[in-house]
């Protein structure tokens, strides 16, 4: 509901004042989501991956910014290459460059580390302590509520879908388990 992909049947919901039913295209502009699905086009480059999200976004199509922003990623040396010869967890990085393209205010993460390796892991560690510098909101659900906590301000505990602790997260209740049932966020 917050990136606008379902819309809510009760309550309201409002994205930097604006409510994401009323408002839903102003919000998209602002808010960007990197999901379970990558939703990448498998025939073609991740720079051209890039490229056609990059003409839909209005932003900088030209190769030198499209290679930079795969080199964020971790996935220059592969620019060229096509995705269906990609890795999971290289399809959740070109997912990821095409999120942070659209230079969002507000970044929602399901389950980023997913399909990653270990330097996939501190990639998403780096890019979360950068974004929270230049002041981008970040909303991450993750499992791995130890990492969360190591990164995030602010923590939401879901527990069967109920909302059962908000606040910081040095208040977050512990848990022996790493985080089943967790959602935090920054």
């Known amino acids: 509901m917050l990136a606008t ?6 309550g309201t919901v409002q994205i930097f004042g604006r409510d994401v ?6 919000v998209r502009r602002e808010t960007a989501l990197l999901g379970h699905r990558t939703h990448l086009y498998e025939p073609l480059s991740a720079v ?10 209005r932003r900088d199509a030209g190769r030198p910014a499209l290679l930079s922003r795969l080199e964020e990623v971790g996935l220059g040396d592969r620019a060229d290459d096509l995705v269906q010869t990609f890795s999971a967890g290289m399809r959740q990085r070109l997912a990821l460059a ?3 393209q659209q230079e969002p205010r507000m970044l929602l993460l399901d389950e980023p580390y997913g399909h990653l390796d270990p330097p996939g892991f501190l990639l998403i ?3 979360l302590q950068r974004l929270r510098k230049q002041g981008v909101t970040v909303l991450m659900a993750t499992h791995l509520v130890a990492r969360g906590r190591k990164l995030c301000d602010r923590s ?3 527990e069967a879908g109920r909302l059962i602790f908000s606040g910081a ?7 022996d388990a790493e985080g089943a049932g967790f959602a935090e966020g920054s």
Request: charged share 25%.
């Open 125 to 127: 560690d780096g890019l």
């Open 21 to 26: 039913i009323r408002q839903r295209e102003e």
């Open 5 to 10: 992909v379902l819309r809510a049947d009760l």
């Open 156 to 158: 939401l505990v879901l």
């Open 48 to 57: 051209e991956n890039l490229a056609v999200a990059a003409r839909f976004l």
């Open 169 to 175: 997260v040095s208040a977050m209740p512990g848990t």
């Open 98 to 100: 095409r999120a942070l």
